[in-house]
């Protein structure tokens, strides 16, 4: 992969789509199909040669560049009117900060490619959304990320948290999260790169949106 800022731009806004459904389960009960299944298709897909398509393409990221347009902005606002959310942020840099621990544990990071690449072989019984997929993949978060620390504590409506489902749900989101946070430093992303560069990285998201 690359090292520019397209690839930047790309990956960063895979993050944050994986944490849009996160918030959209957090808050209502469910998140977008498309969602789930850009997240799932980037978890489970052997081979791709860009981004865009371990996610299935541009289109399939708009959702997650058109937050990152806003979310590096300099307001406190949403073109909407509405605050930021800084949960929203809150999360990317928690992700960020465990994608790192995992660079820094190799154990972790074996077993983590293990996992996906038995997950992988179910493909050819379920379908890439299938609940067992999803309960395959939350379990394996559980199972490595979860236990590198801290928890990522996510904020909603108890009730929709404390659905089964719902919680396999938001850990399939959130090792997506980390299969961004991979792609972001194998595209040179860096901390500096996200304080100095967020107007590099806002006009090709403006760019990208229009594709």
């Not at 860009?50 to 399939?60: A, F, H, K, P, R």
């Not at 347009?69 to 809150?90: S, V």
């Not at 840099?93 to 690449?117: C, H, S, T």
């Not at 299969?179 to 996200?194: H, I, V």
Request: proline share 2%; charged share 20%.
């Amino acid at each position: 992969m690359e090292a520019n800022t397209r690839n930047r731009t790309l990956a960063l806004a895979a993050l944050f789509q994986c944490i849009e459904g996160v918030n959209q389960i957090a808050s209502r009960g469910q998140s977008d199909a498309a969602l789930m299944k850009s997240c799932m298709h980037s978890l489970l897909t052997e081979h791709a040669d860009t981004i865009e398509d371990l996610y299935g393409s541009v289109t399939d990221l708009k959702t997650g560049l058109g937050i990152l347009l806003h979310q590096l902005g300099t307001g406190t606002l949403m073109p909407d009117g509405k605050p930021k959310n800084m949960d929203t942020t809150r999360y990317a840099v928690n992700i960020l900060y465990l994608e790192k621990k995992l660079q820094q544990d190799p154990a972790m990071f074996r077993a983590l490619l293990q996992g996906i690449e038995m997950a992988q072989q179910q493909l050819e019984f379920f379908s890439l959304d299938h609940p067992n997929m999803i309960a395959r993949l939350a379990e394996l978060y559980t199972q490595t990320i979860s236990k590198l620390g801290p928890r990522i504590i996510i904020k909603g409506d108890q009730q929709h948290l404390a659905n089964t489902d719902n919680a396999a749900k938001i850990r399939v989101f959130l090792l997506g999260g980390i299969r961004a946070a991979l792609l972001w430093r194998q595209a040179g992303g860096n901390r500096w790169r996200l304080l100095f560069s967020r107007g590099t990285m806002q006009n090709e998201a403006r760019q990208l949106l229009k594709a």
